[in-house]
């Protein structure tokens, strides 16, 4: 992987706008950016932070996983099974319906 997406052709890391898309606040980023979860690559002092297409994905899968009431270390565990080994899945809790399809990344 090499840390940047194909949108049209062109490769271009997750920003900062991109990640805030997926659901997830500033806070949750920067938390999970500090715990390990989401691992952006170093960046020199004052350049903005950029995130691969495999962190942008854990993010949004975490929120949701969290939306339907998962507790935090299981929605983790579940993302992280869910980008590193992608598969098609529906997964139902508290009547919120959780889908993704095979992809690659």
Known sequence: MTGVRTVGGLDKPATLDDM???GATY????YWTHQGILSPPSQGSGRPRTWTERD??????I?????AGFAMRAAVDLATEAVDNPY???LTRNGIQIMWE???L
């Open 20 to 22: 805030l898309a997926t």
């Open 27 to 30: 806070r949750m980023i920067d």
């Open 56 to 61: 942008r994905l854990l993010a949004a899968l």
């Open 63 to 67: 929120v949701k996983f969290r939306g």
């Open 88 to 90: 098609r899945m529906t």
């Open 102 to 104: 095979e992809t690659t």
